[in-house]
């Protein structure tokens, strides 16, 4: 039996560690808050109870894969949102999608006029071929340079993938309307990047929300952490909280356990669920040209969150979107030289129907998010300025107003969560919960690897391969379990790690022909 040690208790090191406990391994969790969860969490406040992390399920089946690796079907009662997300542009015009696929093209051409639809169905086409190109050779594996070669030099392959384009330049081929621009380049925003300089091949995350469906979780997605957390204390993990893990212990050339303060804790094999900038930056001694690598990333988009309760109840979609009438604005603020909050965001508002959530029928909890610059005092933004934040918050809910969804009336209370207060819950250096940008033509190359140069230390999280968001994560915890391999087969003493198994691709469940 390996000891392994996972460095935080997100949901990639839970999931790491449940999977690594199946496989025979013996598994110590150390987590710096009071809490699991990581970018998870969960607000409660007089009746009223906040997701403060994703709102939205994805490929809700890589969530029953982990399960039934680790021993069964969980307890979560996994819904389906619909329609999957309302959208409101700047002309008063509204697209509301619905779950169904089958669904999508009528509901384009009823808001955006003729033609969109045949605009969207061609794009969600290609979008198709590329998932079915990278979704499981690239995504569900790890960094493979010869993978990536090999794509090079196949031109239909090359083709699809188009490393030379961006989201917004395919966009703006695909479709004559600036709206569906619009809704498109939203897709940069899931790995917290700019649709300006994010490869085309992130466009695919479109057709995953589409093709997959729009999920949701009774309870408030919290509950996932809460079961998978409760998976690795039935499997025999140790969890400790308040646990705050200082350096990675090396010697020999690898890694061989932590230190927590005055304590170490000797370890077979090391995973890191930390962001990659502060495990390369201050945790373990990764050789000077990857940390100057990952120093060097620009960091993706922080959040600025208004968690807001509200008497009295409106029937309208869980997901709301409110695009400003210059989306080039927005980006320009959040990564231009000299980065500011954005005076005219697009404003995200989820607001599910959960009796769970409420203090009763004549209540509602809005989770409001806005784009915003990561907290950098030293560049020149800083969220803990004197009134910033509350100044920002009352911005937003002029905002919110001028588009029609004016709640101040309705304001029992108003909770806000900065980059700067981001960073402190979560540990992402200044509150960019995505990680790095998702910049260039080689972003995937530039996403630190889930095994690392120092043998015996392993990266899971949205910070490494494959990226942010509930299904990557979970999918860098599969790729960390076959890296490193059942009990008695890893190696893990000597550093000889199996590669994983093929892993199986997410079946799609739904046709896209019409």
Known sequence: MSAVVVIGAGLGGLAAAARLAALGHHVTVCEVASTVGGKLGVFHRDGFTFDTGPSLLTMPDLLSELFSATGGPADLSVQRVDPACAYRFADGTELTMPHDLGAVRAAIEDALGHGAGHEWQRLHERSGRLWDLVGETVLRQPISLPTLARMSVRPADLKAVAPWRTIDGLGRAAF?????????????????????????????????????????????????????????????????????????????????????????????????DADAEVLYGALAPAPARLARRVRRTPRSMAGFVMMLGLSGRETDAAHRIFFPRDYDAEFDAIFGRHPVPVADPTVYVHAPDDPALRPGDDAEGWFVLVNAPAHDPAGGMDWDAPGLAESYAEHVLDVLAERGRDVRHRLRFTEIISPAELERRTGSPGGAIYGTASHGPRAALRRPANRSPIPGLFLVGGSAHPGGGIPLVLMSAEIVAGLIGAAGTSRASSGGYREPAAASRPRRPRSTRR
Not at 188 to 199: L, N
Not at 242 to 259: K, L, N, P, S
């Open 176 to 272: 004559t309307d600036p709206r569906l621009r619009m809704w498109l380049n939203r897709y940069a925003t899931y790995s917290g990047s700019d649709p300006r300089r994010t490869p085309s091949v992130l466009a695919v995350t479109s057709f995953v929300e589409q093709e997959f469906g729009a999920w949701y979780v009774a309870g408030g997605l919290r509950r996932i952490v809460e079961e998978v957390a409760d998976r690795c204390v039935h499997l025999g993990v140790e969890i400790r909280t308040d646990c705050r893990v200082d350096e990675v212990i090396t010697g020999g050339g690898r890694a061989y356990g932590v230190r927590c303060g005055a304590t170490t804790m000797p370890a077979d094999v090391v995973v890191s």
